[in-house]
């Protein structure tokens, strides 16, 4: 149960700080700097996360990874499902206090949705959606496998390496899609955005619940090649 408590909390923070950044500071691509601002929230979460969650759960915080984890033997089938129960659970709940704290501060949002995810970067193209996450997931994932399959040759800096990924892949992803590369971090918002009137973000919702697995899955199989001698 502590594995999944820590999920819960771990995902909660990434949402809180990823997408209440970018809803403070927006991601306006003529301005430039919400883009940063925003990448850098986000993988200073998980570097934060990796090191103090990280150690009770391995701080997935993300079903994609879990997934991942699941195809190369890391954790069974059953824990699988509970951690992405509290990683959705996690997530609604860090937009449910984001949603609390704008609401009641009267604060505006930037991305008009408690920062959820969109295809208003690729025209509204469910194909090029679903290409940016899988390819952004995979890349992602890839790394966190990289990591944590070799220990002693990154030792501590683990957490920073998978942390400064992340911000890597929101940089070039936050203008096309939002970034999602994680189905907890876009649900959690879509739900509490379509709780407050927004069901707009609803209708894309497949890509970043759909691609970023099939990104997850890819980048699991590839490294099992990779790995074999």
Known sequence: MKKYIAEFIGTFILVLIGCGTAMLVGCDAAAGGGYVLTALAFGLAIVALAYSVGNISGGHVNPAVSLAVLIRGGI????FAGYVIAQCLGALAGSGVLALIFN???????TGGYGTN???GVNGSFG?????????????VMAILGVTSDKQKHGS???LIIGLTLTGVHILGIGLTGTSVNPARSLGPAIVAAISGNTAPMGSLIVFIIAPLIGA?????IYNVLEKE
């Open 128 to 140: 090029a959606g679903f290409i940016v996450e899988i390819v952004l997931t995979c890349i992602f």
């Open 76 to 79: 069974t089938a059953a824990d």
């Open 104 to 110: 009641l501060g009267g604060i505006e949002d930037k």
């Open 118 to 120: 969109g295809l208003a």
């Open 157 to 159: 800096f683990g957490g």
């Open 217 to 221: 899955a890819l980048a699991a199989c």
